[in-house]
Structures are given as structure tokens and as C-alpha cells.
């Protein structure tokens, strides 16, 4: 996907929406109903016959409307995006310029992982199905993941220029590192059932940003291993 969360606006503005046509419609709701099933079964569980059957529908009628199996997950991640863009993203652009808005981001982002624990995120389960499978599909699941974490680091550089942050830090580690609280809490809360898994994804947010906020943290490859600095002394 090359459209940028700042490049779009909610579609959920009733003032501007449009009433879809019929056949705009049941596509919505087919994609509705797949997106369902995606969060359960994963992309590569989704079948046109599956879907025709939830939706009461044939199969030739499902295909109608996305010639593929392979345009029908397409369409899944690109609602997905859209979904997460209005849940995370542009509710948090109300928050002031610069930590509370990055902190914002991270709370909306917990709600919905939260949220995600008893179905599923399309991000994760998607990277774990196409990780090394190249093509559109792979593509348009990196591309979503992208545009999200190029947002997250942006409000990262946001935060250094606001100097809520230290002028040195580096925005790229540190939108990493958010990230990976993120991918820490599914995993404990999804698969091990971690009870306090919340408390201490926030936990490791706030020593987060009081780490960066204090002063920048050298890159890994400046540094000296401690099997060097015994080779060195030795």
C-alpha cells in the first residue's frame, strides 16, 4: 500500500461518507466476513468456498467480486489497515505534539493488541504465513507494516524536536524497540497467557522513554563486547 496514515482521513466521518452502491456493499460485507475469518484461521486459511458458505452465497458470486483467492487476502490486509489506522492512529493526532502523542499511540496500540488476544492481528499471524513466500500478498502485509511504523517512528522524531526527548536520540531504535514491547505483549498474552503481560508491556514503554529522555544510548556496533574488552585486556 502506498497511502501514508496522514494522507487519509477516517472513514468513519459520517459528513462526508458516501452511501455505497449495492454491489459496493456486498463487497464491503464479504470482506467484513473474511477479515472474520482471517483473525481466526489466518490469510492462507481464507477460501472462496469457505467464505461463499458464511455468506450464504455462491461461490462464483464471491468470486465475482475479486477474481482471486490471492485479491481477496489482498483486500483483507487493506481493511485491516484501514481498521487499525482508526483505532490507533488518528485518534492519537488529538494528543499534543511530541510525547503525549507518542504515548498515545502506544496506549491505542495496547487497547487493540489487548483487544487482539482471543482472535488475532493480521500483522503478526501474516508475517508468520509470508515471511519468506514473496509476492502481492507479502507485499501488501509489509507495506501496511511499514506505513505503521514509519508514523510511530515519525512521532518519535516529533518528540526529539518538541526536546521531550534527548537531541541525540536515535528515532529508528526506539520506534524498534516500542515495536517490540508490542510483538512481547501478543505472545505473552496469546499464547502464554500471561496474567500481568499489560502491566509490564507499560512498564517497559515508560523505561523506554525515561532512557531516551535522559540521554542518548550509544549504537550496539560502538560498543565493545565484553568478550573483546577480555581479548583486549588479555
Known amino acids: 500500500m502506498s497511502v501514508t496514515p496522514t494522507a487519509r ?15 459496493q456493499q456486498t463487497k464491503a460485507a ?19 468456498g469457505a467464505l461463499a458458505e458464511v455468506m ?12 482471486s483467492r490471492e485479491e481477496l487476502q489482498i483486500s483483507v490486509v487493506r481493511e485491516y489497515h484501514t481498521r487499525f489506522e482508526e483505532e490507533v492512529f488518528y485518534p492519537a493526532m488529538g494528543a499534543p505534539r511530541g510525547l503525549p502523542r507518542l504515548r498515545a499511540l502506544f ?13 488475532g492481528c493480521i500483522y503478526i499471524s501474516g508475517a508468520v504465513e509470508f515471511d519468506d513466500r514473496p509476492g502481492p500478498v507479502r507485499d501488501a502485509l509489509a507495506s501496511s507494516v511499514n506505513t505503521w511504523l514509519s508514523a510511530m ?26 515495536h517490540a514491547q508490542i510483538l512481547a505483549l501478543h505472545y505473552e498474552a496469546r499464547f502464554l497467557r500471561s496474567p500481568d503481560s499489560v502491566r509490564r ?5 515508560e523505561g523506554i522513554v525515561e532512557r531516551y529522555s535522559r540521554a542518548p544510548v550509544a549504537p550496539a556496533r560502538n560498543r565493545t563486547s565484553p568478550a573483546a574488552a577480555r581479548k583486549s585486556q588479555g
Open 30 to 48: 464479504i470482506v467484513d466476513a473474511a477479515l472474520g475469518l482471517a483473525t481466526q484461521i489466518g490469510l492462507e486459511g481464507l477460501s472462496i
Open 107 to 119: 496506549d491505542n496500540w495496547m487497547k487493540r493488541t489487548s483487544v487482539e488476544i482471543d482472535s
Open 153 to 178: 517512528r515519525r512521532a518519535v522524531e516529533i518528540a526529539i524536536e518538541e526536546g521531550h526527548l534527548a537531541a541525540g536520540t536515535d528515532a529508528a531504535q526506539m520506534a524498534f524497540e516500542i
Open 9 to 23: 482521513r477516517p472513514r468513519s466521518d459520517a459528513a462526508t461518507a458516501k452511501p455505497l452502491q449495492k454491489g
Open 201 to 205: 508491556a507499560l512498564q517497559a514503554f
Open 56 to 67: 450464504q452465497m455462491s461461490k462464483s458470486g464471491v468470486f465475482a467480486h475479486f477474481g
